[in-house]
């Protein structure tokens, strides 16, 4: 059954929103950047590798009602999280994964869109897996908070023959009350690095 709180149909749902527990999330502001790069569809399906708290995850879903999302997280204590967010929001086509990507995406069908969040330190071969899983057409996004992140993101995109693979610096600062008045409190900045795989794209193959 369908909570109030799944009237939400467009990205950015508040992060207050979600069950947060100590597992990390991708914040509102760059949740909602990261799905305007994967371009979904009401039948999409998609990848969210790393997904924490599911906060990704639960918006991919609403976004593609129609579609599937398949939530990898390693972490049992983020894995509880990611089940508890997807009955708070009355998502139900999420299948939440156990496991260390790339070993755990063995036998999943071809999907339209790939969320990296976390990779564990096996950023090249989790790019590989994911290049391998895309439809053609398909969009892969990486967030990164880390330099070292970013370089190995792009060399691996590239080396996996994505196309135009792009990059985004985000830098943002939320205002909070301070002595009555209001002062910024930024966020740390984070860079979303995406690309297509080569390929024509089918909007409504599933």
Known sequence: MMTKNSEFTVPGIPDELFIRGKAPMTKEEIRVLTLSKLRLTPFCRVLDIGAG??????????LSPAGKVYAVEKNPEAVLLIKQNCEKFGVSNVEVLEGKAPACLHGLPPVD??????????LQAITAAAGSLLKPGGRLVVNAILLET????????????FD??????????????????????PLNPVFIIWGTKQGERKEQEI
């Open 53 to 62: 708290t599911g906060s990704v995850s639960v918006e991919c879903a609403l």
């Open 150 to 161: 970013l370089a190995g993101t792009l060399q691996a995109m590239k080396e996996e023959g």
């Open 113 to 122: 869109g790939v969320v990296i969040g976390g990779s564990g330190g096996n």
């Open 164 to 185: 135009r693979v792009e990059l985004l610096a985000v830098s943002i600062a939320r205002g909070r009350e301070l002595g009555g008045k209001t002062a910024l409190q």
